[in-house]
């Protein structure tokens, strides 16, 4: 933690992880291309093919968004906790997508975990230190943010496992039609800020620029688990 850290933008860490992903996922088609069709990424067809994405690209966005909200106003020890309700999210709309059949070993598992959060935010409403109190707007934008992870996930896994792209042009339009959102709100963030756009890429330090990597990266690897796991 530093005090003197310039502050950044986080709807353009947002905006700069998506035009990585996107990147990055031209590149990996380019060297394992697994679908085996010619390499053209502005065909009607796979346009076509791939707009479905544009349900959990939008969802990306605005669970990104806040997520970063929440981290601002919440404890590390509770935003990390909590966050862990995108199992029960997920679960959900799997069940209700995917028709996964749960087992009792992982409903048992699932009631625990909402038992755990309930824990921490009743402990977390009692402490004394204003400092490490929860903001509870914070946490609400959490609760949607968990939500539409799950939903989106699943939707990402169905696309994912339905064949007929490879895993990194489902990637690609999802980070390619997650781009228009993402630059409209940050770059709306930025003025809102500034006054003016020149800031974009204020306070990108080496630990900005790490968990732009990470956020990109990141996805490409949850991706890998959806479809192989």
Known sequence: YRTNAAEYDSASVIFTAEVV????????????????????????KRILSNVLMLVPATLYVAQNNLTFFAIKGLSPAVFVVCAQLKILTSAVFSVILLKTKLSPVKVRSVILLMVGVAVVQVGESHTVNSDTRGDPAAFIALLIAVTTSGLAGAFVEKAFKSGGESMWIRNFFLSFFSL???????????????????????????????????????????AAVMKYA
């Open 180 to 222: 228009p959102f993402a630059a409209i709100t940050a770059l709306g963030s930025v003025y809102n800020r500034s006054g003016t756009i020149r800031t974009f890429f204020t306070g990108y330090d080496g630990a900005v620029i790490l968990v732009i990597a990470l956020h990109a990266l990141g996805g490409l690897l949850t």
């Open 21 to 44: 992903k996107l990147t990055a996922c031209i590149a990996l088609e380019w060297n394992w291309n697994e679908s085996g069709e010619k390499f053209n990424l502005t065909s009607s």
